[in-house]
């Protein structure tokens, strides 16, 4: 059964750094599109950022430019979204997603397989 698990999330102050990494079993996600997405409650899940197959792609969401960078390491099965200067408002629920639609998509129906879910705190 094909499975994506997110790790990496925690409680940080502004200004902080974290690594979120989604692990993939059950399959091989390297001919997928990877995907992040958060939501915080009581919103909608937001696209965050997305990378292509090759990696040459990627898109983010202006709040995050320059901020977050998304990675992937196909050999690894594994994802990444490195998050830098982060801010009270990027405090939600991060998941990580996988796509086999072409490009790097940011609406969440493309994307087939959905991680759990790692918490992100960020506080003042």
């Known amino acids: 059964q094909a499975r994506l698990v997110e790790s990496g999330g925690g409680l940080v102050q502004a200004g902080d750094s974290l690594r979120l990494s989604c692990s993939g079993s059950?399959?091989?996600?390297?001919?997928?599109?990877m995907g992040w997405f958060r939501q915080v409650p009581g919103k909608d899940r937001e696209f965050v950022a997305s990378?292509?197959?090759?990696?040459?792609?990627?898109v983010y969401r202006t709040s995050v430019k320059g901020r977050f960078a998304v990675s992937r390491d196909s050999a690894k099965n594994t994802a990444y979204l490195q998050m830098n200067d982060l801010k009270e408002e990027d405090t939600a629920v991060y998941y990580c997603?996988?796509?086999?639609?072409?490009?790097?998509?940011?609406?969440?129906?493309?994307?087939?397989?959905w991680g759990q879910g790692t918490q992100v705190t960020v506080s003042p």
């Open positions: 059950g399959r091989s996600f390297s001919d997928h599109v």
């Open positions: 997603a996988a796509s086999d639609a072409p490009g790097a998509p940011s609406m969440a129906r493309w994307y087939k397989f």
């Open positions: 990378i292509s197959v090759s990696g040459q792609k990627t």
